[in-house]
């Protein structure tokens, strides 16, 4: 089975090129699952549905997204292989700046839009500058000059990854994404091999349910602001 | 050349590094070193650095000195293989009912080529194809050379969408910066040596082709349709190395349409235009004609196109007229209609 992992800042439109790329592939209706992983609540079930897409749904809840998809990550690596799929895509959202839910050996796509500011992509950190390709979408809807400027500034943080353009609507891009995605390898387990960045560090008085405010209840792992007066 | 940027980086004070590549400042600021010492060299500056703030990004101090020195090796101007491309050809594939298309069209740069045919008919089609670079593996079965050669997945892959630029009706600017600054940027990301001059151009040139002028000082969200196509036509012309240039249907309000598009073939642009207004389409110098998603067939503009061409600009002119008067707060009469003089 191949495996794909997707990653990307909230409503960046990863399902729709999720849907987009599995069009691209051209492969048997089943044959391509996906698993979502989501915080609270998530809608995107019902269009992979709709799609005729398999696709389980997982809530990290009060856990921190990213070490809920790495600890969730081979049980979903073996739920695909028991389902028979020939490719299993995963989807991670509400991520914080700090997150990059890669494996080394895997392959992986970070989604971003193009409306979400020219900046952005030098702010998002590991989860852009670890990826192997880039899709950029919305990019219908902005001038040719913005465009290119999302560009350089993606550059300027990955500067080995594709670039790719899509439109999550008329799925112009999704072609050559799809064609660059048939070289990911094939995999039955994901056992012992490693993510491509340390998920963000958290064993706090916070992390297991504290909710008072003051030094007296800060307790493990805490990083202080330095505030100097004016 | 990223050994070259690690002895600069090891020997020369940091300020006059970033004298020198301005665009150092960006690395810096996406890895929060802005405030190192600008007297010492980089590598000597890091030491005062914690170690645990450069983790943050997944760096050491050698990663750091070797980040830096591959950013400036990447935003080092090269040579661009786009600015070889001097012609794409298209070769036909076939239509919805799997019928052959006959066509083998190339297309220079500098020509003008319009695309006409019914919503749904295959136009999208015919410019994802270019786009992609089709190589007989698209629905189409369409292949696209480029300068007359076939081009392997990695070629492909390598134009990263860089190799079209687009132009429709729906785009919109969405940064908040003025027309100036925005220029600015744009020339930036270019790595242009000559900012001042280029952006001068632009500015000068997008208010020549809009109908109503706009300043420097404008911001570019506040800029009308036609200003803002009329801007984004000069920027394009100018800024952007994209060889390929695809217009969708841009309305005639508020900018000299055959005007920008002759600006964009004299910058040896290759263009596609999709259009249905006679004036854009005629202008052209061929249009391909879509029919039940294939290339029905290639028009060559006649001569006596082109000369109906004079009496479809008169009546855009008028339509022109009519507007300005309205704008004007004038009232319409039968004469305004009429060829003035």
Known sequence: MKLITVAGPPSSGKTSVILRLIEGMNRPQGSIGVVKFDCLTSFDNLSYAEAGIPVHTGFSGKVCPDHFFV???EDAVQWGVQSGFEVLITESAGLCNRCSPYIKGILSVCVIDNLS???TPRKIGPMLKYADIVVVTKGDIVSQA???????NIRQVNSAGKLIFLNGITGQGAFILAKYLQQAGEILSLRDTRLRFTTP???????TGEIKIGEPYQMGMMKKMEFKSL | MTADFLSILTSRPLAEVLREYPIGWDFLANYRLHSLGPELSFSQALLEVEEEALAEFGLDRLGALESFAEFLEQFTPKENPLAEVKSITIIGGWNKAKSPEAVSLTISAGEIISIVGPTGSGKSRLLNDIECLAQGDTLTGRRILVNGAELDDLQRFEMEGKLVAQLSQNMNFVMDLTVCEFLEMHAKCRLTPNVGEVTATCFQCANELAGEKFSEDTLVTQLSGGQSRA???????????SPIILIDEIENAGINRRQAIGLLAKREKIILVSTHDPLLALSADKRIVIQNGGIAKVIEISEAEKESLGIIEDLD?????LRTALRAG???SMRDLEEPG
């Open chain 1, 146 to 152: 913005e465009r290119e400027v999302f560009a350089f």
């Open chain 1, 117 to 119: 500011g020219v900046n």
């Open chain 1, 201 to 207: 560090a958290a064993i706090c008085s916070y992390c």
């Open chain 1, 71 to 73: 600890s969730n990550i």
């Open chain 2, 330 to 332: 004038e009232v319409i």
């Open chain 2, 317 to 321: 002119n008028t339509m022109q007229r």
């Open chain 2, 231 to 241: 801007l984004m036509i000069a920027d394009t012309a100018f800024m952007s190395e």
